[in-house]
């Protein structure tokens, strides 16, 4: 059986009982999955993709590559963002995380976004799947040229076009069939699902993205087989899939 909180609606003491499993639970537990999305960066003042211009669907797509002015759109989106992560911190959320690790509890964290708020916390420094080249690797004005396209230095020019290949972000968009930190991601997930957990918090992710919604009904089953308790926490929660849950906290 789910059970719901809705935060907002309740007098605090109310909402402070109903909490009382989550908390219990992020103090206790010991073989801990977080599944975060964009939202728990959203407070540092990055935009979530509801925020953005166009549908994320639309401008995180391999099909922003079919033309000049859509690549530079994708582009300049990229690197907004990146200026705003250069100037960002770490939120409350993120400090929850950083003091699980530290105690040795947190066993994955599998988050969405690549704005490393999270990794720049020394307990939360990774090298899985990706090695550490994050936003302070990757110059925001390579992306941003309003008259050309960023184009790799190191390949050999066209023969019929002339031109280098383009750069691109080391992000798995939309259509993106070839990506190529998909397998070891992948690899990383089963590995963790013959494993034994006793909490998932799936946090401030819509869950629309297919395969960060298949990760977490795979990992909720899992851990729910094995005894342990599945947790969402989203500002708002989605229509679906809540009896993947435990505890659904809006
Ligand atoms: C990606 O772009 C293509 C072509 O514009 C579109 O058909 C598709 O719906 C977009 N989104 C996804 C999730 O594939
Ligand atoms: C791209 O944008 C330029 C300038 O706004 C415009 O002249 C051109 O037609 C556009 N190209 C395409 C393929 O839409």
């Keep these: 059986m789910t059970q ?4 907002a609606s309740l007098p605090d003491c109310v909402a402070y009982v109903q909490l009382c499993p989550l908390i219990k639970a992020l103090r206790d537990k010991k073989k801990i999955v977080i599944i975060a999305g964009a939202g728990i960066s959203a407070a540092a003042g990055i935009p ?10 639309t401008i995180f797509n391999m099909s922003m590559y079919n033309n000049e002015n859509d690549t530079k759109i994708l582009n300049e989106i990229f690197s907004d963002m990146c200026h705003r992560v250069q100037s960002a911190n770490p939120t409350q959320f993120h400090h929850v995380l950083e003091a699980i690790t530290e105690e040795g509890r947190l066993h ?14 020394a307990p939360l420094k990774t090298q899985i799947p990706l090695p ?3 936003p302070s690797h ?9 008259s050309s396209l960023p184009s790799c230095t190191e390949c050999k020019v066209h023969k019929l076009t ?10 798995w968009l939309y259509l993106d069939d070839d990506y190529p930190d998909a397998n070891a991601i992948g690899s990383v997930a ?17 869950l629309k993205v297919e395969s960060a919604k298949k990760l977490m009904k795979d990992v909720c089953t899992a851990v729910r087989r094995g005894g342990g308790i599945a947790v969402l926490i989203n500002l708002k929660a989605p229509t679906r899939d809540l009896d993947f849950f435990d505890l659904v906290i809006e």
């Excluded at 719901?4 to 935060?7: A, L, T």
């Excluded at 994955?108 to 916390?121: A, H, K, M, P, S």
């Excluded at 002339?162 to 992000?171: E, N, T």
Aim: glycine share 4%; net charge positive.
């Design 108 to 121: 994955r964290l599998y988050f969405q976004n690549i704005n490393g708020l999270d990794t720049q916390l």
């Design 4 to 7: 719901r909180v809705k935060v």
């Design 48 to 57: 979530i993709f509801d925020a953005m211009p166009m549908a994320s669907t």
């Design 162 to 171: 002339g031109k280098a290949p383009v750069l691109r972000p080391r992000v």
């Design 138 to 146: 990757f110059d925001p004005a390579l992306f941003a040229s309003e």
């Design 190 to 206: 089963d590995a963790d699902l013959q494993k034994k957990f006793d909490l998932v918090v799936v946090v401030a992710s819509a």
């Design 132 to 134: 550490p080249k994050g």
